[in-house]
């Protein structure tokens, strides 16, 4: 199983924070990563791809710990490999 973390997006600005997703292969996996960095459970998003959204600074926490760095394009691998799974 793996933890991923995808680029910092221009697009997703809010405050002083660019944001990103941080994403695993399973649910259980990723809110004890998610505690691990210090996210709340409550920030969870369950949608079409289950992922927290993440500032730089937890961001960079995540690969110290040893979240994967993923571009876009493998993001959607990931996202993809959800849908896949929900259908099973």
């Known amino acids: 199983m793996s933890i991923y973390?995808?680029?910092l997006q221009e697009?997703?600005?809010?405050?002083?924070?660019?944001?990103?997703?941080?994403?695993a292969d399973n649910i259980e996996e990723l809110h004890k990563f998610a505690i691990m960095i210090?996210?709340?459970k409550e920030w969870?998003?369950?949608?079409?791809?289950?992922?927290?959204?993440?500032t730089e600074s937890k961001r960079a926490r995540a690969v110290?710990?040893?979240?994967?760095e993923i571009r876009g394009d493998e993001l959607l691998k990931v996202i993809k490999r959800w849908h896949g799974w929900k259908k099973k």
Do not use: F, I, N, T
Request: with cysteine; proline share 3%; glycine share 12%.
């Open 5 to 7: 973390v995808d680029e």
């Open 44 to 54: 969870y998003q369950e949608g079409s791809c289950p992922h927290y959204d993440v």
């Open 38 to 40: 210090g996210l709340h």
């Open 64 to 68: 110290r710990l040893g979240a994967k």
């Open 11 to 23: 697009r997703m600005v809010y405050g002083h924070h660019k944001w990103c997703h941080l994403l």
